[in-house]
């Protein structure tokens, strides 16, 4: 009796994987080309493990350079490529460093990053405190965009976990705050203001949504301005810009920091050649149609950077690092380079990591010289890229200037 069962589950799958490809085939004719791959997970590991750019790449030359379908993370998904596309969707919707030393990059710069960003808007800076979001954002990021499965040991459990610590450190933090506000304590932090905010009725937020507003600051604040300072240092840009912006010892201003075009030039370039997050997610809202395709409602939308930045129709000699590209506007056409997004869902945080990157840049060029241990080290990472082995390099202190 029970090899009869597996016998009929052995004829069943079969049949109905073909039905689902047979009903799907014949009942989308306005849809865009594409495959949806196998029911539930679609195409979602060739798209992990293949890396975004190549399977958007190969489906653009198999299907179509302006849209195609397909089924990531168990959703229905259409992904737009090319500058029009992107325009329409957007327009629609501490440790000291001695006299050398090796370092390892990424981990440093997530470090910086972190601290900074829970200084700015958490009002902490205590070591012990950051190391512990430190651990757990790590998670988070990752389980971002993996298969939505919950099972222990997966990405996605361990994000859910640790999203769950985060919360409850969160919570602390938002108790401590609020005492410290009630004593009439300084409210030189983000969380402070919105403790004390109110809506029109004169509603205070939840803890709750606090906690969920202050970790999405915490996250957009953290991963892609460590990605985008450790790819400034892979691409080994000693650009002389700053060295007469500021006499040492002084202080950078706003000010210094909004004259710095050639070394924001440097940073779109580095952002370019190495996007912190390949695209984005939308969800469709109403039918629309595009490129003579019909979109439906509920749909989702994925949005690419690779495949524009990349694109010598759009940037002559991709391969070549070259930050003077930006200084003439119309060269650069619009909605091909999107590394904030675009539209009203556009990055909030793109003057945060400016002013970020930008100190940043200041602050190593005028101190440090350094040079790559693994000149050719490969690139990891799906939606999010990050060095193999972290980025280690030899750092040498600039005696003179300091």
């Not at 594409?34 to 890396?51: D, Q, R, V």
């Not at 300084?186 to 939840?206: E, F």
């Not at 524009?308 to 759009?314: D, E, L, R």
């Not at 040079?371 to 980025?391: A, V």
Request: proline letters at 7%.
């Amino acid at each position: 009796m029970e090899t009869l069962y597996y016998l009929i589950i052995l004829c069943i799958v079969p049949v109905l994987l073909v039905l689902y490809k047979v009903i799907f085939k014949f009942s989308n004719d306005d849809l865009p080309p594409g495959n949806m791959g196998w029911p539930i997970i679609g195409e979602t590991i060739e798209f992990l493990f293949c890396t975004p750019e190549n399977f958007v790449l190969k489906r653009m030359k198999k299907y179509s350079p302006d849209i195609f379908k397909t089924n990531l993370f168990g959703e229905k998904m259409i992904v737009i490529c090319g500058p029009k596309g992107l325009k329409f969707l957007f327009s629609n919707e501490q440790k000291p460093i001695g006299r050398k030393a090796q370092v390892k990059t990424y981990h440093v710069t997530k470090i910086l990053t972190l601290t900074l960003a829970s200084q700015i808007f958490l009002g902490i800076d205590e070591p012990e405190r950051i190391a512990r979001l430190l651990e757990n954002f790590d998670k988070v990021t990752v389980g971002m965009h993996s298969m939505v499965v919950n099972f222990p040991g997966t990405r996605f459990s361990k994000a859910t976990k640790a999203a769950s610590i985060l919360r409850r450190e969160l919570n602390g933090v938002i108790q401590e705050k609020k005492e410290a506000i009630s004593r009439g304590g300084p409210m030189n932090d983000v969380l402070s203001h919105m403790i004390v905010a109110t809506d029109p009725s004169g509603k205070y937020m939840s803890e709750a949504e606090i906690a969920d507003k202050v970790m999405g600051l915490l996250v957009a604040g953290y991963h892609t301005v460590a990605t985008t300072m450790a790819f400034f240092i892979k691409l080994n840009v000693q650009q002389k810009e700053i060295w007469e912006s500021k006499k040492a010892g002084e202080l950078l201003e706003w000010d210094d920091i909004k004259k710095m075009k050639y070394s924001w030039n440097v940073v779109y370039e580095v952002m370019r050649f190495t996007p912190p997050i390949q695209g984005g997610f939308r969800e469709v809202l109403t039918d629309f149609t595009y490129a003579g395709f019909t979109v439906p409602k509920g749909w989702k939308l994925y949005w690419t950077v690779s495949t524009t930045s990349k694109n010598p129709q759009y940037y002559p000699e991709p391969e070549k690092f070259e930050p003077s590209r930006y200084e003439d506007a119309s060269s650069c056409p619009a909605f091909a380079f999107v590394p904030f997004g675009g539209g009203p869902r556009m990055c909030p945080g793109k003057e945060y990591t400016r002013l970020a990157v930008l100190t940043f840049i200041h602050n190593v060029v005028k101190k440090f010289e350094w040079e790559l241990i693994i000149p050719n080290e490969k690139i990891e990472g799906d939606m999010m890229p990050y060095p193999q082995k972290g980025l280690p390099i030899r750092l040498r202190s600039n005696s003179i200037l300091m």
